[in-house]
T-cell receptor, first 113, second 113 residues
Framework: DQQVKQNSPSLSVQEGRISILNCDYT??????FLWYKKYPAEGPTFLIS?????DKNEDGRFTVFLNKSAKHLSLHIVPSQPGDSAVYFC????????????FGQGTRLTINP | KAGVTQTPRYLIKTRGQQVTLSCSPI?????VSWYQQTPGQGLQFLFE???????NKGNFPGRFSGRQFSNSRSEMNVSTLELGDSALYLC????????????FGPGTRLTVL
């Protein structure tokens, strides 16, 4: 039973354009969502998060949108840069402070020059 | 501030052996969580320790155990290793401050032969 799903295993985007990564969840108890970026042989790096009381959070080139009614969140990267090529994981937690993250399977983003 | 450190980075064991992995959290972080990453199952939560107590546990067999010391450093142990235990084991630390933003170490790559 996969509670957090990233349905696109891979995404290819031109440098300078917008990258949109999607994530769906099924557990309505999730109230905190995070995006992590991972390079091979390294641990995930925290990018941005959003609480369920918000529908948008922005940090530089990264914006996360949350649609609670659709149980859907997305990460927008604008403009995309070659260094953004990595695997992106969506994660969620129920009961804030529980420190138990449920991860999606990841989307491999490739930025083409 | 130094990040999360994990030792060793790579480990090769044979079936039936036991292994201990170590994690030092970011200074000031009191919560340490452990995750297993495999190609088939993705990133899965193992357990979380706070103030030397296990607060949360994932769906792993009792062969997987851990502990936390008074300086917040943590160890996880896997006994009677099986081939399927081959994975990247990630440690993450957080303050925690009421949110679940966790910061990951580089991981320990365990190979069971």
């Amino acid at each position: 039973d996969q509670q957090v799903k990233q349905n696109s295993p891979s995404l290819s985007v031109q440098e300078g354009r917008i990258s949109i990564l999607n994530c769906d969840y099924t557990n309505s108890m999730f109230d905190y969502f995070l995006w992590y970026k991972k390079y091979p042989a390294e641990g995930p790096t925290f990018l941005i998060s959003i609480s369920s009381i918000k529908d948008k959070n922005e940090d530089g080139r990264f914006t996360v949108f949350l649609n609670k009614s659709a149980k859907h969140l997305s990460l927008h990267i604008v403009p995309s840069q070659p260094g953004d090529s990595a695997v992106y994981f969506c994660a969620a937690s129920a009961m804030q402070g529980a420190q138990k993250l449920v991860f999606g399977q990841g989307t491999r983003l490739t930025i083409n020059p | 501030k130094a990040g999360v450190t994990q030792t060793p980075r790579y480990l090769i064991k044979t079936r039936g052996q036991q292994v201990t992995l170590s994690c030092s959290p970011i200074s000031g972080h009191r919560s340490v969580s452990w995750y297993q990453q495999t190609p088939g199952q993705g990133l899965q939560f193992l357990f979380e320790y706070f103030s030397e107590t296990q607060r949360n546990k994932g769906n792993f067999p009792g062969r997987f155990s851990g502990r936390q010391f008074s300086n917040s450093r943590s160890e996880m142990n896997v006994s009677t290793l099986e081939l399927g235990d081959s994975a990247l084991y990630l440690c993450a630390s957080s303050v925690p401050s009421g949110t679940d933003t966790q910061y990951f170490g580089p991981g320990t790559r365990l190979t069971v032969l």
